[in-house]
């Protein structure tokens, strides 16, 4: 595969400032590769990492789909692939020899946590951290040793497989977490791709009733998830989603609700009406400190709370399983497909400040 000298990146300056950079493509050690980018999701949480001008300017983006255009000898047999694979890869960089790494759950490895001082991972990463690719809004992104590398399935396009982590979000905690399954009634607060990924995880393992609220500005979200196997969307400044949940139930309840909304504390202390005894209340989206969460409802209906966030391999696995199955209609969530020029613009849309609503942004950085 034959490699130009330089990638072009998307580079976040500062605070809402892209600008357009090259950056002279590494050398690749034994142990180390380098990925052809094909495709990078969106992520929400790249709006919050836009507005933040610290810790300097970096490439964005880690929902990364590519081929692999170099990869030293050491590297192919640790990751066993070779050149010209197409894989996902994670944003994690895991340290691989911690406990939670050696028992599977390296998503909690601490090497992990990019807020603690020298930590490294996609999409966060300065560029002053040598060889500076270290972000999906690139054409190029060095694939560093400790690289969490998933084989796409042929047949699944990029722009659908750059969804494998928001919908391994969805596995993680509605499914993996949650443990929803027949007979159960998830509710999952937020039309987000996150959101939208609960509700494709729930329909995959045979959830009896899914219900995703919303406002009425998500309408095109709300509508999308009933096209993914929603039984009811709820505007929650148009009805209250305790009744709504409450007629939809029969006065049953919810056995699992996923907070997975942008909104703040008042959402998380309305869960707990909505859940029937010994639910599941998983809190995914950040929400600060809490005022009045009711715990004695918390502990009279034996709720069991969870905090949680990312995906495990499994939940991985597990989104890019049900994209190779072509059992849902995930093309119905890609809304827009964007260059590395157009980055800012989309970034500003996935911020809610463009009148333009999005579902899920991919950025092709060759377009
Ligand atoms: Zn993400
Ligand atoms: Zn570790």
């Keep these: 595969m034959s490699i130009p000298p330089k990638s072009l990146a998307a580079v976040a300056v500062n605070a809402r400032a892209t600008e357009m950079r090259e950056f002279a493509i ?8 380098l990925l ?8 929400g949480s790249d709006w919050g990492m836009y507005l933040n001008a610290k810790p300097g300017p970096r490439i964005l983006g880690h929902e990364m789909i590519g081929t692999i255009a170099k990869i030293g000898d050491v590297a192919r047999e640790r990751w066993g692939v070779a050149e010209g694979d197409r894989v996902a890869l994670e944003e994690y960089l895991p340290c691989g020899h911690c406990e939670y790494c050696r ?3 390296y998503r909690s490895c601490l090497a992990t946590d990019a807020w603690l001082p020298g930590a490294i991972r996609y999409g966060s990463t300065p560029l002053t951290v040598q060889p500076s690719l270290w972000g999906g809004y690139s054409q190029y992104l060095y694939m560093h040793p400790r690289t969490v590398i998933h084989r796409v399935p042929a047949g699944v396009p990029d722009h659908i497989a750059a ?10 905690w509605t499914y993996l977490d949650g443990e929803a399954g027949p007979g159960k009634t998830v509710v999952i607060q937020g039309p987000g ?7 494709i995880a729930a329909k995959s393992v045979g959830a009896d009733c899914i219900i995703i609220s919303g406002l009425a500005r998500d309408e095109r979200r709300l509508a999308v998830a009933r096209e993914l196997g929603a039984h009811h969307t709820v505007m929650v400044d148009r009805e209250n989603l305790a009744d709504a949940v409450k007629r939809v139930t029969d006065g049953r309840m919810a056995d699992i609700v996923v907070d997975a909304s942008g909104g703040g504390p008042e959402i998380v202390n309305a869960t707990l009406p909505i859940l029937r005894k010994r639910g599941r209340l998983l809190i995914v989206a950040r929400k600060g400190a809490i005022d009045r969460f009711d715990l004695d409802q918390l502990i009279g209906k034996q709720i069991r709370l969870f905090g949680t966030r990312g995906h495990s391999f499994e939940a991985v696995e597990l989104a890019l399983k049900t994209m190779a199955a072509g059992t849902f209609p995930l093309e119905r969530m890609s809304s827009h497909v964007v260059g590395l020029r157009d980055l800012d613009k989309a970034l500003r849309m996935v911020g809610g400040e463009s009148a333009e609503r999005s579902v899920h942004i991919t950025v092709a950085p060759w377009s």
């Design 163 to 172: 969804m494998a982590l928001p919908i391994g979000n969805g596995f993680q």
């Design 103 to 105: 028992t599977g759950e």
């Design 36 to 43: 052809r980018i094909e495709a990078t999701g969106i992520c």
């Design 26 to 33: 590494p050398e690749i050690a034994p142990d180390a590769g």
């Design 193 to 199: 791709q996150q959101g939208l990924g609960c509700v």
